[in-house]
Nanobody
Framework: QVQLVESGGGLVQGGGSLRLSCAASGRTLNMNNRGWFRQAPGKEREFVAAIRWSGSSTYYADSVKGRFTISRDNAKNTVYLQMNSLKPEDTAVYFC??????????????????WGQGTQVTVSS
């Protein structure tokens, strides 16, 4: 089993920044891909960003490209999501996800085996 714990959410004004963290523990493997998803009230969970186990490749939803940056520190088993220029429409619960080693970095929920509990991000206008 792998446990994921997110942190860093909160309330921020539009145009502001937040940095989310997701620490993994338990039976983790070095070669794991990681992703961030979000779910706004009344909407389905959607893909935000993902990163290959090596950090060599990153992927973003069009809605956050150029504003969000995903990164990782494998020594700490932690992945980050730096969110800049936040908009009210970014308000959601943000979830981190863990995918066992796979050449394809997942962009769909079904491709990830473990999930965190989520952290709330609220952007005021």
């Amino acid at each position: 089993q792998v446990q994921l714990v997110e942190s860093g959410g909160g309330l921020v004004q539009g145009g502001g920044s937040l940095r989310l963290s997701c620490a993994a523990s338990g039976r983790t493997l070095n070669m794991n891909n990681r992703g961030w998803f979000r779910q706004a009230p009344g909407k389905e969970r959607e893909f935000v960003a993902a990163i290959r186990w090596s950090g060599s490749s990153t992927y973003y939803a069009d809605s956050v490209k150029g504003r969000f940056t995903i990164s990782r520190d494998n020594a700490k088993n932690t992945v980050y999501l730096q969110m800049n220029s936040l908009k009210p429409e970014d308000t959601a619960v943000y979830f981190c996800a863990y995918q066992r080693f796979n050449f394809r970095v997942g962009r769909a929920e079904s491709e990830y085996e473990y999930w965190g509990q989520g952290t709330q991000v609220t952007v005021s206008s």
